[in-house]
């Protein structure tokens, strides 16, 4: 592995312009974003993604992976910077560090560009804002098949660091689009997609209705739900909707966003089961 000058500050500017990228203002203003993790890593430059530069912490352990993976990242001409452990660990992400953290150039394009199978399913997940929950949703859509995502509705970003981590680098493969809920309605519109929904009255079990083919399967947030627009374009006959629900047998009212879409995901990996 080639050496590399060493940054020992984290004062320098190159640290503090890479760690600003966790902020949602500083990744929409370069379309850049920060990918921790070796997995993650590795699976943005198998997905093609750019990866202008990468930080390495030269007082992390030894690692034979790592090490591959930056004489990688070299060969398609990333930039490596040497840290000390203080400046690394301002890049990084808390404690979870593996002594590497990429800057990708990555932002979830718009439905123009969203190209899927006609025949399978896809999310669409309305203001899930919380990044843990929207990278667990894009990890389980991946594991069953689903055939994309839409992420609509204010503050939802896949490209958030923390999204990313906890999409285990999925959401880099994964068909994925952010547009606003009036435009994922239409798209489901022009798409002739039937809309499941999910919500705490839905009017059949999660089970009962067809969630395989050409499927939306719509899920809110958890603090507010899902927004009257899905409703109000059902009535206007933009789109055909059905409502499910999961039962709740204990205190709780709801489960988590994430939790119920790994229910409906593999529902419709059952169903499309030989």
């Given at each position: 592995?080639?050496?590399?000058?060493?940054?020992?500050?984290?004062?320098?500017?190159?640290?503090?312009?890479?760690?600003?990228?966790?902020?949602?203002?500083?990744?929409?203003?370069?379309?850049?974003?920060?990918?921790?993790?070796?997995?993650?890593?590795?699976?943005?430059?198998?997905?093609?993604?750019?990866?202008?530069?990468?930080?390495?912490?030269?007082e992390?352990?030894?690692?034979?992976?790592?090490?591959?993976?930056?004489?990688?990242?070299?060969?398609?001409?990333?930039?490596?910077?040497?840290?000390?452990?203080?400046?690394?660990?301002?890049?990084?992400?808390?404690?979870?560090?593996?002594?590497?953290?990429?800057?990708?150039?990555?932002?979830?394009?718009?439905?123009?560009?969203?190209?899927?199978?006609?025949?399978?399913?896809?999310?669409?997940?309305?203001?899930?804002?919380?990044?843990?929950?929207?990278?667990?949703?894009?990890?389980?859509?991946?594991?069953a098949?689903?055939?994309?995502?839409?992420?609509?509705?204010?503050?939802?970003?896949?490209?958030?660091?923390?999204?990313?981590?906890?999409?285990?680098?999925?959401?880099?493969?994964?068909?994925l689009?952010?547009?606003?809920?009036?435009?994922?309605?239409?798209?489901?519109?022009?798409?002739?997609?039937?809309?499941?929904?999910?919500?705490?009255?839905?009017?059949r079990?999660?089970?009962?209705?067809?969630?395989?083919?050409?499927?939306?399967?719509?899920?809110?947030?958890?603090?507010?739900?899902?927004?009257?627009?899905?409703?109000?374009?059902?009535?206007a006959?933009?789109?055909?909707?059905?409502?499910?629900r999961?039962?709740?047998?204990?205190?709780?009212?709801?489960?988590?966003?994430s939790?119920?879409?790994?229910?409906l995901?593999?529902?419709?990996?059952?169903?499309?089961?030989?």
């Amino acid at each position: 592995m080639t050496r590399h000058d060493m940054i020992t500050s984290p004062a320098n500017p190159r640290v503090r312009d890479a760690a600003r990228l966790r902020e949602a203002d500083a990744r929409r203003a370069t379309g850049l974003t920060l990918v921790d993790g070796l997995r993650e890593i590795d699976r943005a430059v198998a997905s093609g993604v750019e990866v202008p530069e990468a930080f390495l912490d030269v007082e992390a352990p030894a690692d034979v992976a790592r090490d591959d993976l930056v004489r990688r990242l070299e060969a398609r001409g990333t930039h490596i910077i040497a840290l000390a452990r203080r400046p690394f660990e301002k890049v990084a992400f808390g404690s979870r560090n593996e002594g590497l953290v990429a800057v990708a150039r990555f932002q979830a394009g718009g439905l123009d560009g969203f190209t899927i199978a006609a025949d399978r399913p896809v999310f669409v997940v309305e203001g899930v804002e919380k990044p843990g929950n929207l990278g667990a949703i894009l990890r389980t859509c991946d594991a069953a098949g689903i055939a994309g995502v839409i992420a609509c509705g204010g503050g939802t970003d896949p490209a958030n660091p923390a999204a990313i981590r906890a999409s285990l680098g999925t959401v880099f493969a994964l068909p994925l689009a952010v547009a606003s809920t009036a435009e994922a309605i239409a798209w489901c519109g022009r798409d002739r997609r039937r809309v499941v929904a999910a919500l705490p009255r839905g009017t059949r079990l999660w089970h009962e209705p067809r969630l395989t083919g050409a499927t939306a399967i719509v899920l809110g947030s958890e603090a507010t739900g899902l927004s009257d627009d899905w409703q109000r374009a059902a009535d206007a006959g933009t789109i055909v909707l059905e409502t499910v629900r999961l039962p709740m047998r204990g205190i709780a009212d709801s489960l988590n966003v994430s939790a119920t879409a790994a229910v409906l995901a593999y529902e419709s990996l059952r169903q499309s089961a030989p």
